[in-house]
């Protein structure tokens, strides 16, 4: 009979609680073994019920291969080598960025099995800097999602209650993190799916620049909209954490050649004479009154800080969502034509042939919501309505960027607004696409014009976490986390329910 695992010493198990500085710190002094944070990271997963069965956080996990990558960490430590930024952190990664020895399914029974023959660029950089990834977590199919409830196995819960949904389609990183797995999970974006489940799960979610951070084994949903972001339990974590996936790539074309800045160092910046934008049409007269409520709240506090609030408008921002639901979809639809049978995961013979095979394999394959976003994007792609519908899309997603590169020129250094118009709502309660759409109309904006973003958590309400969210102009990271660092300060760093910040 095979013996448990043992578990970490309660000092390691403590360690995975404080902020990444500390834990780093612990790693490189020789106060704590990386073998016994991974150790901790996987107690506690066992602990607070990660499984399936439960929060279903994991899609898969690799207890032996973490635990020798760990001992490698500690071998490069006794030989007085330089371990990274992340010595020894545990990370969890979002399922759809391509991670050698672990399967790579995006949540879709399409790529059941199927191991990436590479990895992603963002992954390679955290293994150089030291993290130790510990699993790939639950997502909405394709991240095609805002719920975390369409993933072909099955939906994951919301640490903070688990009659919630935690957000998507990031939502297993965001419950990895919220539910105090790991400090730091990475999650990707197309049009909120990390500031979304940020703010449902009480902790703080970036979005980079477009361009900031290579997409080099991302799974492509949307391409022109998708971005890797990161997952942490405070805006420091999180800065540190974008410091190391950030940067140039040569593989990925699309990547940006310029300079990271050392994001964590705007913690003592001050917000003295800082510009925060208020845009009207991100507080409706029907926005939730306990959403507005802690808004106004974090607004006083940026006032009190020194910074200067002022009402401006982005008056494009009605179309985000319509617009957003032509243009994700039309590339959605063609980035997704190549799981066909041939190359990847599943394969379902048909007696019909080569298009027989491709049609049974789709079918069975993709799951209802992937299906009507392939559809849709055919369909305005298709000829006659290119013109129509995504040619017409482009033309005012333009016009949406215009706004804010107009507010920002007019002298706003960021935006601040709602992150999400609700608070988590419960598992199955939205059924109406069009409803679960909507759960983004506060992000889709930043994707559609490619400026970073953040949710950093500003309040509650009946017990339910509350997301703020600061925009950027593009790549003004370091204003972003400015800004996001005397916030949280301000706010007493409520993190999470009950748990003040270290």
Known sequence: MKSPPPRAPASAAKLLSRPLTECVASVREG?????????AAFDRADDIGAGGESLNVFLATDRDRATGHAQELTALIGRAEAPGNLAGVPVAVKDNIATLNMPTTCGSRI?????????????RRLRANGAVIIGKTNMDEFAMGSSTENSAYGPTRNPVDIRR??????????AAVAGGIVRLALGSETGGSVRQPASFCGIVGVKPTYGRVSRYGLVAFGSS???????ARTVEDAAIGLEVIAGCDQFDSTSADVPVPRYELEKNAGLKGLVIGKPREYFPEGLNPRIAQECERALEAYRELGAKVREVSLPNTAYSIPVYYIVAPAEASSNLARFDGVRYGLRVPSERGLTGMYEATRARGFGPEVTRRILLGTYVLSAGYYDAYYKKA???????????????????????TPTTPTPAFELGAVKDPYEMYLSDIFTASANLAGVPAMSIPIGGARGLPVGGQIIAPHFAESVMFRAAFGLERALAGELLPGEKSA
């Open 31 to 39: 106060a704590a073994l990386p073998s016994d944070l991974v150790s």
């Open 225 to 231: 909209l998708d971005q890797v972001g990161v997952l």
């Open 394 to 416: 482009q033309s005012v997603r333009a016009l949406i960027a215009q706004d804010f590169r107009d507010v920002f020129a007019s002298g706003v250094d960021v935006l601040f």
């Open 165 to 174: 949904v935690p957000g998507g389609s990031s939502g297993g990183s965001a």
């Open 111 to 123: 790529l059941e099995g199927y191991v990436s023959p590479f990895e992603a660029t963002v992954v």
